[in-house]
Antibody, heavy 125, light 110 residues
């Protein structure tokens, strides 16, 4: 069974750093991209970026480039999302999701097929 | 990349059919048959309902169907049930390994 298990809720102050995690199991972690998606309170889903744990190839949305860092440790099947200096506007639920992104006989495949349970990040002074 | 455009809300009575639209551009929805739809119940993670415009993952009811015409994709739910009440998001591949979500649609089952 494919599972993505995220780290627990965090409460931080502005200016602090943070790294949240997403551990994959039940599949070959190095063969699928992992994406991060933000959902601010009462708002919609936003695509932040993706990483291929096999070689750490990473792509960012222009909106999030330079604001966060996505990384992965394939030895422990875990992807990360980190901030060096949090802002109140980073308060949101963050989801990781497995991205089916590859070519098969029918062409390009691209969709998030399994999701983590979410990590709530609250930034407040 | 701008978010895809969805209606903020739709509603229907049990047993009826509803359709949610998702309008993008020739750079995303119009260029690729890689539109997916996600259902999100309050306090829960999103769930994949439709991928590649019209394909259903195993376990998703055949009451859910998808289509696309030009720059607009659509999700249709037939035989509405109370459990279908949720937020629905479309997502399209936008090139260069990136994708973009729609703003979301709240479905109310009357």
């Amino acid at each position: 069974e494919v599972q993505l298990v995220q780290s627990g809720a965090e409460v931080k102050k502005p200016g602090e750093s943070l790294k949240i995690s997403c551990k994959g199991s039940g599949y070959s972690f190095t063969s699928y991209w992992i994406g991060w998606v933000r959902q601010m309170p009462g708002k919609g889903l936003e695509w932040m970026g993706i990483i291929y744990p096999g070689d750490s190839d990473t792509r960012y949305s222009p909106s999030f480039q330079g604001q966060v860092t996505i990384s992965a440790d394939k030895s422990i099947s875990t992807a990360y999302l980190q901030w060096s200096s949090l802002k109140a506007s980073d308060t949101a639920m963050y989801y990781c999701a497995r991205l089916a992104y590859y070519y098969d006989s029918s062409g390009l495949i691209y969709h998030f097929d399994y999701w983590g349970q979410g990590t709530l990040v609250t930034v407040s002074s | 990349q701008s978010a895809l455009t969805q209606p903020a809300s739709v509603s229907g009575s049990p047993g009826q059919s509803i359709t949610i639209s998702c309008t993008g551009t020739s750079s995303d929805v119009g260029s690729y048959n890689l539109v997916s739809w996600y259902q999100q119940h309050p306090g829960k993670a999103p769930k994949l309902m439709i991928y590649e415009v019209s394909k259903r993952p195993s376990g998703v009811s055949n009451r859910f169907s998808g289509s696309k015409s030009g720059n607009t994709a659509s999700l249709t739910i037939s035989g509405l049930q109370a459990e279908d009440e949720a937020d629905y998001y479309c997502c399209s591949y936008a090139g260069s390994s990136t994708s973009v979500f729609g703003g979301g649609t709240k479905l109310t089952v009357l």
